[in-house]
């Protein structure tokens, strides 16, 4: 073992010469050393969709995978979940080496709802030894498209738009 126990914390401090409430100097707390776990696949983030998309458009997601594993992965099962929609699971294959990082994208696109809306993605790796870095999450907007020219009297329901202030003279 690289360790005789689970985990081990180092704390480190430094007495800095310099200016410490212009923020100048290096600062290190709690620094975490530890034996990597033979599989562990961590998402990174997603990358895709946008933070704003068109509504009732196809949209791709698109996520950012990390093995902070030992061993090199050839196969995890990725998902992808718009809402409460039914989630969608795919295979990503390959080589991932040990700290290495790899973008996937989802052959299957979805079409984005009109207003704010979340996409969740996560991996189902069987021998995953850290659960915890296996999910991420990412708000978005779909915006109506509305035709051209636009025109609202404001006297019914509005398309799109919402009264926010009012103006007394």
């Known amino acids: 073992p690289f360790l005789p126990a689970a985990t081990l914390t180092i704390d480190f401090e430094a007495k800095v010469e310099s200016n410490i409430s212009s923020g100048s100097g290096v600062y290190l707390d709690e620094v ?7 599989f562990d696949v961590k998402m990174v983030s997603i990358l895709q969709p946008a933070s704003q998309q068109a509504a009732n458009s196809q949209a791709t997601v698109q996520v950012q995978l990390r093995n902070v594993g030992i061993n090199t992965l050839t196969s995890i099962p990725v998902t992808y979940q718009v809402g409460a929609n039914t989630p969608l699971t795919q295979p990503w294959t390959g080589s991932l080496a040990a700290n290495a990082t790899t973008n996937f994208t989802f052959t299957t ?19 995953d030894g850290d659960l915890t870095n296996d999910s991420a999450c990412k708000n978005s907007v779909g915006i109506p498209l509305l035709p051209v020219p636009f025109s609202d009297n404001f006297d019914g329901a509005s398309t799109f738009f919402a009264a926010q202030n009012t103006y007394t003279p």
Do not use: D, K, M
């Open 109 to 127: 696109q979805f079409a984005a709802p009109t207003g704010n809306f979340t996409v969740c993605a996560w991996t189902s790796l069987p021998s």
């Open 32 to 38: 975490r050393i530890y034996e990597p776990q033979p």
